[in-house]
C-alpha cells in the first residue's frame, strides 16, 4: 500500500466528458446530489360549454319525466319502448358528458329517444328539449 503523499493525485471532484450532462452533480468531501421529481399539478378540468350543460339538463330532466311516467302510468308507454328510450337516455347522457361529446354517437342514441318516445304527448316537450339542447351544442355552436 503506498501513503498518500505529494505525487498521489485524489479525486475530490467531478469529471465529465465525452457530452452533455443533466441533473443534479456534486464533488468534494461529503457532497449530496438529490434530485426530486415531481409531477406538474393537473390543470382543473374545464368547465362544459353552456349548450353541452344544457344538453344534460336536458337529457336528465327527460330521464326524470321518463320514470315518473312508468310509475304512475304503466301501460302509457309499451315496455320495449320504455327500455329502449331509458337505456338510449343513459347512453346519451353518459356522451353528453364527455369532452367533447361525439356527435355522430349523440345523434344515434337522441333519435332512438324520439322514435321511442315520439308519440307520448306527456314526454313531447322533453324530447323536442334535448333535441332542440343537441342542435344549439353542435349546429349553432
Do not use: K
Request: no cysteine; proline share 11%; aromatic share 2%.
Amino acid at each position: 500500500m503506498v501513503p498518500d503523499g505529494p505525487s498521489t493525485p485524489h479525486n475530490e471532484g467531478v469529471q465529465i466528458s465525452g457530452g452533455t450532462q443533466y441533473g443534479p452533480i456534486a464533488g468534494g468531501p461529503g457532497a449530496r446530489a438529490v434530485a426530486r421529481h415531481t409531477h406538474p399539478a393537473a390543470a382543473p378540468p374545464a368547465d362544459p360549454p353552456p349548450a353541452q350543460t344544457e344538453l344534460l339538463r336536458a337529457v336528465a330532466a327527460l330521464r326524470r319525466d321518463l320514470a315518473t311516467l312508468i310509475a304512475e302510468r304503466p301501460g302509457e308507454l309499451a315496455p320495449d319502448a320504455a327500455q329502449d328510450a331509458e337505456h338510449s337516455l343513459a347512453q346519451a347522457e353518459s356522451e353528453a358528458g364527455r369532452t367533447p361529446p361525439r356527435q355522430g354517437t349523440l345523434r344515434r342514441r337522441i333519435q332512438t329517444v324520439a322514435d321511442a318516445l315520439g308519440g307520448v304527448g306527456a314526454l313531447a316537450a322533453g324530447v323536442a328539449a334535448v333535441q332542440t339542447a343537441f342542435d344549439s351544442l353542435f349546429i349553432t355552436g
